[in-house]
């Protein structure tokens, strides 16, 4: 049964271990069913309703994948994307977040077109092989930055951009004891050492004063507020069409970038380097952006923290099942999955995105018309806080690097036109 619901292999896959990893990614993303609704409320969205729409899209999403990918990948309310929703089109452009949630029924619509005739799959075979090895690493040292952001060990600065926070802060403190404790249980081998760490982090965190109890249960509010709520008034403008054209770009290259880069890492590719059941994942992708637009939430995609799942053993829709159901739970223990706290959280992000840069060892840095567009890549996910950007910088760098350095053999059509379509966005941008 196991086999046929999930592609779940019993001679190289266990159940505890599938088990084990979706409660861990399940409460690496938890911190996303508070700060979603936070940053989505700004626009005037009702925050309760936003709580529960974010729930349901997620497991909605989840549960596509699980069953009709059979991947091991949870999907939820992208945070750059919520971002771009919340403090781009409405509170800069001006614009109701009902305009905004019309922008983002209609991108999830393309996307269900572009996955069905097969070009979101082309455009993902068309990425040099060098590229697709960088991208992993490149999301490693992004969640790795988002963890120690997250923690507090790295802040803001006017003088530096960012530098050193506090060190002595409890909340720190605490982010540094559970990296230490997550990293003894790594080195010995202990079978759920993220999930473990996790755990036993947020128990800490109460004498810290980090952790703070809000509670075990409560009844979820209603989504009726801000479900079905569109603007179809400007459909047909430009703003709507800029607005659109971007959703779709950040949403493609960051669920392209986490999907290749997780593949890769979990060895879930076949002899031909192509990944298993690609185009299901990408319509899980599209059908969860549609349906949480209809239930009032932004661009639903594959997370980064699927990550720490992976590592754990992750491998098929039996992980995702179990992220799924953790996800439901939340809506009736909201208060006791919410006093997790971020310290709790970041040092498996931290930790991951460690593991995440095993395939590096398989670039071929000594071969720079390869090597230069994969550092390019790699680099700037994390300092342009963008998987897209990153996978967008990669790509023209090499065909261009190769072009003008007389390897034009290795470049194809899709490439020339992924790099066209790259200048351009920034050009009109």
């Not at 993303?29 to 626009?43: D, G, R």
């Not at 452009?93 to 029924?105: C, E, H, I, K, R």
């Not at 060895?267 to 952006?289: E, H, P, S, W, Y």
Request: hydrophobic share 55%; aromatic share 10%; with cysteine.
């Amino acid at each position: 049964m196991l086999k046929r619901l999930f592609d779940f292999d019993p001679r190289t896959m266990t159940v505890r271990r599938e088990v084990v990893a979706g409660l861990t990614t399940f409460l690496t993303m938890a911190y996303i069913l508070a700060v979603n609704p936070n940053v989505l409320s700004s626009t005037g969205m009702d925050r309760d309703a936003l709580f529960t729409t974010t729930v349901i899209a997620s497991v909605f999403a989840t549960l596509v994948m699980a069953f009709y990918a059979k991947l091991p990948f949870a999907l939820a309310p992208g945070m750059g994307l919520n971002a771009f929703f919340a403090y781009t089109v409405c509170l800069t452009m001006g614009y109701p977040w009902q305009f905004a949630l019309t922008a983002v029924l209609i991108e999830g619509i393309l996307f269900i077109l572009l996955t069905a005739t097969g070009i979101r799959e082309r455009i993902v075979n068309a990425l040099p092989e060098v590229i697709r090895k960088a991208i992993a690493p490149g999301i490693g040292l992004f969640i790795a930055f988002i963890g120690l952001q997250q923690s507090g060990i790295i802040v803001r600065s006017e003088a530096t951009l960012v530098t050193l926070g506090d060190v002595t802060s409890p909340q720190v403190v605490l982010t540094l004891v559970g990296l230490l404790l997550t990293s003894v249980l790594l080195v010995r081998k202990v079978a759920g050492a993220l999930l473990i760490g996790i755990l036993v982090t947020t128990l800490l965190g109460i004498p810290f004063g980090v952790t703070h109890w809000q509670g075990l249960c409560s009844l979820p509010p209603s989504p009726a507020p801000i479900v079905l709520q569109f603007d179809f008034e400007h459909i047909w403008s430009l703003d709507m069409l800029v607005v659109v054209f971007t959703f779709l770009f950040i949403d493609l290259f960051d669920t392209i970038g986490t999907l290749v880069g997780m593949s890769v890492k979990a060895g879930m590719v076949d002899r031909q380097g192509k990944i298993r059941r690609l185009n299901r994942a990408f319509m899980a992708d599209a059908l969860g952006t549609t349906f949480g637009a209809l239930m009032g939430t932004s661009t639903v995609t594959t997370v980064v923290e699927n990550a720490a799942g992976v590592n754990e053993g992750g491998r098929s829709g039996l992980t995702a099942f179990v992220t799924a159901m953790g996800l439901v739970l939340a809506l009736f223990f909201a208060p006791f999955f919410l006093s997790v706290p971020t310290a709790a959280t970041a040092p498996v992000l931290i930790l991951v995105g460690l593991m995440m840069l095993s395939t590096l060892k398989e670039i071929d840095f000594s071969d720079y018309s390869r090597s230069i567009s994969a550092f390019l890549c790699l680099i700037m996910m994390p300092l342009a806080y963008s998987i897209s950007e990153g996978i967008s910088i990669g790509m023209i760098s090499y065909v261009l690097v190769n072009l003008l350095s007389g390897h034009r053999k290795r470049l194809t059509v899709t490439m020339y036109i992924l790099t066209v379509f790259f200048l351009l966005k920034y050009l009109i941008g």
